[in-house]
């Protein structure tokens, strides 16, 4: 199974937004709204920071935020901060009751 | 507080065997699917495999089927993953983690993870 198609890098200044896109297929993506996205600073492990397509779990900022239409699901990060910069993935559910990641989206807060 | 401590990443010929554990902690354990999910060294993440609540029902990416096998012992909180036929692609750091749903085998959201042990296969 291929990863899920993110862009490798986005960047951008603190204060401003960031949106990273999530692509798949209507095996994946355009079939369920069981699209995650997960923060991972460098050696650290993976954070849920959004479930089902739109939901935050509980301490995390709603400067975060996720959306999905058709095929892509998308993260956006508003009102950037330092913190923020880390890999961040995404992944959904498939119809082989298995789980597609994103190949990952490197953010630099410039 | 939840807890997932990984054990067992060792070094391994190509070809080998190798077991890999996870302790559980902080949740009750018996009423949540768990999964494997590895890191190859600069790689993102792959999902590996799933083990439902009840040890009943098991899924696996097709990139070990037939070599991995994965187990619980609820009496134990533990989690398992037998690796066989090693490769040196399954070269990585293995994560344990935690479904996010209570007894739900269809979602695969992961809300708790551990900090991974490394499993390198190389002559």
């Known amino acids: 199974q291929s990863a899920l198609t993110q862009p490798p890098s986005v960047s951008g200044s603190p204060g401003q937004s960031v949106t990273i896109s999530c692509t798949g297929t209507s095996s994946d993506v355009g079939s369920y709204n069981r699209v995650s996205w997960y923060q991972q600073p460098p050696g650290t492990a993976p954070k849920l920071m959004i479930y089902?397509?739109?939901n935050r779990p509980s301490g995390v900022p709603d400067r975060f935020s996720g959306s999905k239409s058709g095929n892509t699901a998308s993260l956006t990060i508003s009102g950037l901060q330092a913190e923020d910069e880390a890999d961040y993935y995404c992944s959904s559910y498939t119809s082989s009751s298995t789980l597609r990641f994103g190949g990952g989206t490197k953010l630099t807060v410039l | 507080e939840v807890q997932l401590v990984e054990s067992g990443g060792v070094v391994v010929q190509p070809g080998g065997s190798l077991r890999l554990s996870c302790a559980a902690s902080g949740f009750t354990f018996d009423d949540y699917t768990m999964h494997w999910v590895r890191q190859a060294p600069g790689k993102g993440l792959e999902w590996v495999s799933l083990i439902s609540w009840d040890g009943g029902s098991t899924y696996y990416a097709d990139s070990v089927k037939g070599r991995f096998t994965i187990s619980r012992d609820n009496s134990k909180n533990s989690l398992y993953l037998q690796m066989n036929s090693l490769r040196t692609e399954d070269t990585a750091l293995y994560y344990c983690?935690?479904?996010?749903?209570?007894?739900?085998?269809?979602?695969?959201?992961?809300?708790?993870w551990g900090q991974g042990t490394l499993v390198t296969v190389s002559s």
């Open positions: 089902e397509v739109s």
């Open positions: 983690a935690k479904d996010l749903w209570f007894r739900e085998l269809s979602k695969l959201e992961f809300d708790y």
